[in-house]
């Protein structure tokens, strides 16, 4: 029992970690295939092919003086940007990103809550808590571009998240299950919900405010949106918020529609089942990168009205149609 | 008769259009990824200027030594960013500088105010100040910016920079 109690303890700490240093290399990712993309090079002088660049502008970042508005609200603007990474940190824990390992006499779960009966509620939950993080940002800094930006994102993500929980609900009714564990069994839903896949992708993009639906951050309008008056430190925690979101939703679609980590010799060594997930994973952040090289962004009220006039009503169709198939099917 | 937009009458063929541009862009930018960099690594590798690039002035010299500068100011004259200033002296027998009567006594140009249009060039009747490959002029004071003659002179006539392609006919 203890010995439970420590294996889990020693995850909580591993998995954020993990996650953090996944923000670093996705940082420099993105900088040197957006730079492949454009022909140029990218971030090459500090270390080895530019990878002790995201170590440098942490440095910066750490180092650069620690503003607070005279207009801001200073306790909200404080806890703001905690609650945008925490909530992003707090989604990874019902994903599964490995089997059930055998060391040292012991099995371990690769999965921090993976097996809680409402794994997917839970999960919808603290990716609505993310939004409080960027609408107190922006509110609270007393500027009124961050408020613009804030009240944008809130709009956008509210209007995104529906037809994201939509699209996740018919994978649920078609599966009958609220288990991340046990969903990461199904295989083939990314074809057999081939719209529900869509939508998830088009929604997991809008939802962590990333190109084309960075709005938010529109720079041509509204400076940098909610975190136009943070800097330093808290300024940091927005940016890995932004990129644990990325990974973390990620990790959701890959669990959800690609089987998670299974793949071939899973069975033999389990870890491998660990290398799948994060490749599968690193599939999604590519494309992350590779849409933000490749399309222009939208512009606001086309965005909402693709939030609701064209996702929602195809989510719930959607939805109607695989309640439909399920109860037919007996 | 139906609304155009976007060039199509039919929402189905305006979505699926959409849905075709889309994936041409994201087709592009992946073949993109396979392009060699057009990116030089400065100060390492160091971009190589065409023959008729026009970088920093030079006033050259002739075989025997003498400067082909005979202080005639066209080139001051002719620069439209008024940022040459020549100032002539005459030529002595003890203290021959050019072949002419005169030679430039003073000869300052203001590379800030310098437009490298090679106007200088070509209205310099001897071929005396000719523009050479050299761009790399950062500096790291204002005063520095202004060259002059000594550091615009060459010291050799065989230092001479090559006369671009259109004066050499």
Known sequence: MLINILILLVKIILVPVGLLSGFAIMTWFERRLIATIQVRIGPNRCGPFGLFQPAADGLKLAMKEDLTPANADKAVFVIAPMISLIAALLAFAIIPFGPDIQAFGYTIPLHIGADVPIGFLFLLC?????????????????????????????????????????????????????????IVGFSGLWWKQFPAFVIFLICMVAETNRAPFDLVEAEQELVAGFHTEYSSFKFALFYMGEYVNMITFSALAVTVFLGGWHGPLVDKIPIIGLVWFLLKTAVFMFVYVWIRASWPRLRYDRLMKLGWKVLLPTALCWVAMTAVWVVFRG | MAKVVGGTKLPLRKTWNTVFSFTVGLLTTFKHIFRPNVTISYPEEKWVPYPRFRGLHQLRRYADGLEMCIGCSLCEAACPSDCIYVEPAENTDEDRRSPGERYAKVYDINMLRCIFCGYCVEACPTTAIVMTGNYELADYDRKDFIYHKDRLLVDKPEDNAPLSPLEAV
């Not at chain 1, 500027?143 to 804030?150: A, I, P, R, T």
């Not at chain 1, 994102?153 to 649920?172: C, N, R, T, W």
């Open chain 1, 126 to 182: 603290v990716a609505s808590l993310g939004i409080y993080g960027i609408v107190l940002a922006g509110w609270s800094s007393g500027s009124k571009y961050s408020m613009l930006g804030g009240i944008r994102s809130s709009a956008q993500m509210i209007s995104y998240e529906l037809s994201m929980g939509l699209a996740l609900v018919s994978v649920l009714i078609y599966t009958g299950t609220l288990r991340p564990d046990e």
